[in-house]
Nanobody
Framework: QVRPVESGGGSVQAGGSLTLSCLASGSTYSHDWMGWFRQAPGKGREAVAAIHLGGDRGSKYVDSVKGRFTISGDNAKKTIYLRMNRLEPEDTAMYYC????????????????WGQGTQVTVSS
């Protein structure tokens, strides 16, 4: 089993930056496909980005965050990160980390373990 635990959320003004961290305790491995998802009030959960825990086998992003967000992984620390730059009010959401995903997938149903989330609020 894997237990992802997110941290790093907060409140920022538009144009600001935040870095989220996700520690994946339990049974993980360097090629574990892990992802960041988000859910705004009244909306469904959507993908943001995903990467192998080891960080060296490629990554994927949704179009709305390309060029602004960067996902990275550190297998030794069992942690993935999401660096978010040029934040917009539309990025306001609860951000969730997920582990044990189908490699290359950004589908919610393809990930087996989920964290409790960390809130990101961007004001205009």
């Amino acid at each position: 089993q894997v237990r992802p635990v997110e941290s790093g959320g907060g409140s920022v003004q538009a144009g600001g930056s935040l870095t989220l961290s996700c520690l994946a305790s339990g049974s993980t491995y360097s090629h574990d496909w892990m992802g960041w998802f988000r859910q705004a009030p009244g909306k469904g959960r959507e993908a943001v980005a995903a990467i192998h825990l080891g960080g060296d086998r490629g990554s994927k992003y949704v179009d709305s965050v390309k060029g602004r967000f960067t996902i990275s992984g550190d297998n030794a620390k069992k942690t993935i990160y999401l660096r978010m730059n040029r934040l917009e009010p539309e990025d306001t959401a609860m951000y969730y980390c997920a582990a044990h995903g189908v490699t290359g997938s950004l589908r919610v149903n393809d990930f087996g373990y989920w964290g409790q989330g960390t809130q990101v609020t961007v004001s205009s």
